[in-house]
């Protein structure tokens, strides 16, 4: 299958590809860049598991196709920490047990990362809710959603 | 209050930061270079013959480096179907591409042809005289209804000619054979104790219904992967995400007739399990076969779509089961009958049909348990496997029985439970055991004894028991001229055992947990380690890893004696440095110091070895309580409240066991009002999280754990396994609270809205 020239930003780095048409971006960040930190649960957009965050809003990578993110902002799990230090949301997963095998938790800590950033001051029944396209099946979401209030509550008072 | 200063205590766990960055390897992360993509080929079918396979089509696809079927396996062992297909979506041949679209378009491009049989789904019809018998003289398929069954076959094949009334005739026939003659037996298992006749002529109240569980999904979020490569020489390295790395090695040296020598699997990080990544080898085979094939690393890799049809789910059963009480409360008798769905092969969890008799004093007990194979895949483990089932129809009667007596739930169990050295029902004694108070603690947590209920809401109570497994495993420790301890295993970290043995061994050498640091081999270089399931990870690499840094520690005093020129009995080791007890001035030398000292003595470096695999383990209990609301309109149950407590001998680290608690009680949950894989004409019919809803945080409150300590005598400071307990009470626990809601009994699972509405309909309302 041709395969078509695309650039795209992840995590600050610019990258020139070669892909074909019918690879998700998840494909793409996955095998093409090697960024293997966004994870593959469903491939139909139901898990949340590869969720990134383009242009600001937090999509499901393997929902989007590879040549549509040209010339877009991606960040993935691997772009969350800066300066060597973990993000917030990160710490309060740490903290709290928000994580158990870990592989639903780079998806969901970039859903609530791109949730934190449009508004901190959300209620837990609003985060529960809004996190409701994320499947985690180890932890019963109790300890996610401790994570999920700590780190807004961190991000509010030192915002 | 602890005596201890690193066991017993919340810390982080050993893989926190990898685990939050995205760098933990997962076992389709692994891409070594020249890696192809394999697929497998599966049948459209449920049941069918297969008269041809054509590969020629898909050979032709550029970027198509190997095609194999049952004729590419040396050993001969069954890999893949060869004349007959069981179930929708049974591997037929794999394909090794170049690229993963490729791969996928070849396995299309394989043409198969098929005769299609007759289809049975369904237990209960499996078991009858006129089902088809799945595996032909390997199963109690009587021969006259074998030739019976034939003849409707063949006549209903001819067109030409209606043969209706024929056909009726041979049907009547079949029905004559007697009902308590089972059909499609895959295995079966029966015990008694005392008689059970007697209990229930004795009894003032005798329940007897029918339980009816689902076939359920563990649903880790990872499929199922593995990388293989097979070398010129003949090695081969199985990257593989699993539960049990040195089971794979066994599985697949057995499977393709390798010496073990020759196999190495190398666990990745593990993408949840619950029981159905223990001994499972659906991807690991092919993989091995596609890189011998080709030369090169392959790797496979099952998508969500493919785990519904091929993965190993947990079984579904049908339970009759009857009690029999006293008007005072004592339960006198039980009987249960129960068929499980073993699908295409034999292996559901048909032992665990005992666990009807809960922990409660039962005299008089039968249970007759029967495997029935069905046109589905096989089943493997889901976390307790089989107790969810069984202790659903136990604790769900139970229920009913103390609402004829008129007697509170709680009170009614607390009465009837087991204490140490009580007789169990059909097994052995009860040691030391903390029911009571579990059950006690889960009341008292969740209000139950002042609890109000509004209208159209309700509560639910159940407890549920579990054992955890033990086995075999090693440890070596090593300390180093840092002070920092190393430790090196080969057991597959189920979410925070890893942790665990870390604080563990951080425990007795007396040096902060940040101080130890914990590596995991692959079957090559480990010590042998069981599969990490059961719950036995900490039961039984915490006591391996205890006996190891008691090892290292004895060394550390021997080399502090020498050193300090003084016996060992005057000796202690604390915070991390070897003291003189009885010396004034005090007089101490650093682990540190100790190690480095170690590299030029006779004994050399400090290394403790620790080996463990069998003791006696301790039952545990969970117990739950669930507040809900249930729209009569609608059917829809909310839960307002869920509140879990669980005998855990010791937590060693108590946010992992509340997480553990948590996990487990949702996963219950989600079984009992959610998760059903549906199956309709020709397979499995709901492959998907969009048509298999799982729950999601926009589904349940918090739950509430609540960690109750009764030591377990051979467990590591007194733990108990703790992972799979949370399951075993929370589909009765749900069934009964909904059933103090609406006032209907429910006992068909998964308790969905529109079963409610049907329920409340039935009933008048």
Known sequence: MAKHPVSLTVNGDEHDLLIEPRKTLLAVLRDTIGLTGTKEGCSTGDCGACTVIVEGKAVTSCMVLGVTAAGKEITTIEGLASDGALHPVQRAFIETGGYQCGFCTPGFIIAAKALLDENPARTEEEFRHALGGNICRCTGYTKILEAVMQAAEEIRTTA | MSEYTVVGQTVARVDAVEKVTGAAQYGADVHPPGMLYGKLVRSKHAHANILSIDTSAAEKLPGVRAIITQADVPSGRRVFATDK???????????????????????????????????????????????????????????????????????????????????????????????????????????????????????????????????????????????????????????????????????????????????????????????????????????????????????????????????????????????????????????????????????????????????????????????????????????????????????????EIAERIGMDPVKFRLMNMREEGDAVPAGGSEPKVGYKETLEAVADAAGWWDREAGENQGWGVAVGDWTNGCGPGGVYVSVHEDGSVRIFHGSMDITGTDTAISQIIAEILTVPYKSVTITRGDTDSAPYSTGSGGSVVTFTMGNTAKLAAEDAHQRVLELASERLNTNVDNLELRAGAVHVITADPPKSISLGELAAYSLSTTGGPIVGKGSFARQASTPALAAQIAKVEVDPGTGRTRVLKLVASQDVGFAINPMAVEGQIEGGTVQGYAWAMMEEMQYGENGNINPGFVDYRVPTSADLPTVESVIVEVPAPNGPYGAKGVGEPPITPTLATMANAVKDAIGVRITELPIKPEKVVDALKNNGH
């Open chain 2, 85 to 399: 297909v069981l179930y929708l979506g049974e591997p037929l041949a794999a394909v090794a591409a170049t690229d993963a679209d490729i791969a996928e378009e070849a396995a299309e491009l394989i043409h198969i042809e098929y005769e299609v049989l007759p289809v049975v789904q369904d237990v209960m019809a499996a078991i009858k005289p006129s089902a088809p018998g799945l595996h032909g003289d390997a199963t109690k398929d009587g021969p006259n209804r074998r030739d019976i069954n034939a003849q409707i076959r063949k006549l209903s094949r001819e067109k030409e000619a209606d043969h209706s009334d024929e056909i009726s005739a041979l049907e009547a026939e079949l029905e004559k054979y007697p009902d308590e003659v089972y059909y499609n037996i895959s295995a079966e298992s029966h015990s008694e104790a005392g008689d059970v006749e007697k209990g229930f002529a004795e009894s003032d109240v005798v329940v007897e219904d029918t339980y009816v569980i689902p076939r359920v999904h563990q649903t880790y979020m990872e499929p199922h992967v593995s990388v293989a490569s097979a070398d010129s020489s003949g090695k081969v390295t199985v990257w593989a995400s699993t539960q049990g790395p040195f089971a794979i090695r066994s599985g697949i040296a057995g499977t393709l007739g390798i010496p073990l020598t020759q196999i190495n699997v190398i666990g990745t990080t593990m993408g949840g399990g619950f029981g159905g990544r223990f001994g499972v080898i659906i991807t690991h085979v092919p993989a091995v076969l596609l890189s011998q094939k080709t030369g090169r690393p392959v790797r496979v890799q099952m998508t969500r779509e493919e785990e519904f049809v091929d993965g190993r789910p947990a079984p579904g059963c049908v339970i009759k089961l009857k009690t029999g009480a006293t008007h005072d409360g004592r339960i006198l008798a039980r009987q249960a009958l129960a068929f499980w769905d073993s699908g295409s092969v034999s292996g559901a969890s048909i032992g665990s049909t005992i666990r009807v008799r809960g922990v409660y004093k039962i005299p008089n007990l039968k249970v007759d348990a029967y495997g029935v194979h069905t046109n589905k895949s096989g089943t493997a483990a889901y976390r307790a496997p089989g107790a969810p089932q069984a202790i659903f129809a136990g604790e769900s009667q139970l229920d």
